[in-house]
Every structure is written in structure tokens, then in C-alpha cells.
């Protein structure tokens, strides 16, 4: 990894951060507050969010800052036990972002594609986390696009799996920010977030089969996840 000393050293900082009682008022106004000061981060339909039992947070990947959006939204309701971002492991080479990342905690994961013991060893310690009452919370597109494009099944699997309900969260006003933009104006922007009604998997698990369940249920987070962005959608993602 790049930056290995750095973020060892990091690591130890934040690790030990995390492990004060105090640290979870403190990380919510240092880390967060920024962010709603410079985009002004309006979160719309919280109240729909379940204030007890872990949930699924899926969310459409506009900009490279999306997951640190949901952090901020997420903590402030969940702070024990807290969310878990899945995110893609070539975070951890950056300086202080990847160190705070490995010791929050969480699920990096790569792009590339893997064997099926691979996915389902990463599968299983996302069960294992919402099982123990973690909340767990990923962009179902894998990676940011400029258009709402294929979601994978991912999320849909963990619902089905777990029979945790899915959170579909709509951003808005993430497009414009952190591209080929001038500064200061890449950093300045109008971000909301809308949270729409909690999907149970309950009725999809009744389905002829599990793919046909992945499928359905899939379809309806991204319907709502759509229904609420200002960006172009593809209408027929392909497979």
C-alpha cells in the first residue's frame, strides 16, 4: 500500500479515538458539520428511517463523496451500534481517509471481478455484522456514475438473507461536485438527501425463486432510489 507508514500511524490514532465514550458526539460535529456548512446537507424523511434494529442503507453513487454523505446522516441516528460503509478497497491507500477507514470498521471490497469464495467469504462478515446489530450501508452501482446505472444485487441479497429491510436514499446536488470544476466552486455546493419508505423482504422471499427475488427486490430499491435524483436515469441498464 502507499502511504503504509502514515496510515499505520493513523490507524492507531483513530483506533484509539474510536474506543473513548466521548469520541462519538465529537466525530459526529467535527467530521460532519463541515460538510453541512459547505453543502448545505438537507436530509428529507428521516423520521422513516427504524429507530431500532440494523437496517440496509443503499444509496446512488453521483460523486466520489457520497459514502462520507451517508456516514454523516447515518451516525447522527445510529451511533451504537454504529454504520458500516462498504466501500472499494483502494480507499485504504489514501492518506488519513484510508486510515480512518480500516479503524471505523467496514467492508472494502474490489472491482475486480472474484471467485465465488471470495464474494461469499465477503458476504458472510456483512451477515455476521447485521446479525450482531450493525447497520450496513452501500451504493448498489459499485462505483460513481454520471448517469443512475445497473445496481447490483448485493443489498437485495443481504435483505433476503438477513430479513433486515432496505433504506433507499436518494442524493441530490451530488453531480456538479468534485469534477473538473475550478476551486473553490468543486467544494461548494447544495446537497439533499431524501430517505424513502423502508423496503421489507418479507414479500419477495415468497417468490418462485431466489434469483427471481434478487431480481424484484433489486428493481425496487432502484425505482425508489430513482424516483428521488435530479441526474439522468438509464432506463435499461444492461447485464
Excluded at 471481478?113 to 455476521?128: H, I, K, P, V
Amino acid at each position: 500500500m502507499r502511504f503504509t507508514a502514515l496510515n499505520r500511524l493513523l490507524f492507531r490514532v483513530f483506533r484509539w479515538f474510536l474506543g473513548r465514550r466521548w469520541a462519538t458526539g465529537l466525530l459526529y460535529h467535527v467530521s460532519c458539520w463541515p460538510f453541512r456548512l459547505l453543502f448545505g446537507l438537507r436530509v428529507e424523511g428521516a423520521e422513516r428511517v427504524p429507530k431500532t434494529g440494523p437496517v440496509i442503507f443503499a444509496f446512488n453513487h453521483g460523486s466520489h463523496f457520497d459514502g462520507f454523505f451517508m456516514l454523516c446522516f447515518s451516525y447522527r441516528f445510529r451511533r451504537s451500534p454504529r454504520v458500516l460503509p462498504v466501500y472499494w478497497k483502494g480507499m485504504l491507500d489514501m492518506p488519513v481517509i484510508g486510515a480512518f477507514l480500516q479503524s471505523f470498521g467496514g467492508f472494502p471490497i474490489s472491482h475486480a471481478a472474484l471467485d465465488a469464495s471470495r464474494r461469499t467469504a465477503e458476504m458472510m462478515e456483512m451477515l455476521e455484522a447485521l446479525a450482531k446489530g450493525f447497520s450496513i450501508q452501500l451504493a448498489p452501482e459499485g462505483r460513481r456514475n454520471d448517469r443512475l446505472g445497473r445496481f447490483n444485487h448485493g443489498a437485495a441479497l443481504l435483505s433476503l438473507m438477513s430479513g433486515c429491510p432496505v433504506v433507499p436514499c436518494s442524493l441530490r446536488g451530488v453531480q456538479p461536485l468534485f469534477k473538473e470544476l475550478p476551486y473553490p466552486s468543486r467544494l461548494w455546493g447544495r446537497v439533499e438527501m431524501h430517505c424513502h419508505s423502508p423496503i421489507a423482504p418479507g414479500p419477495y422471499g415468497l417468490l418462485a425463486s431466489r434469483a427471481e427475488a434478487m431480481q424484484s427486490l433489486t428493481k425496487a430499491i432502484r425505482d425508489a432510489i430513482a424516483s428521488g435524483i435530479d441526474y439522468p436515469v438509464d432506463p435499461e441498464p444492461g447485464r
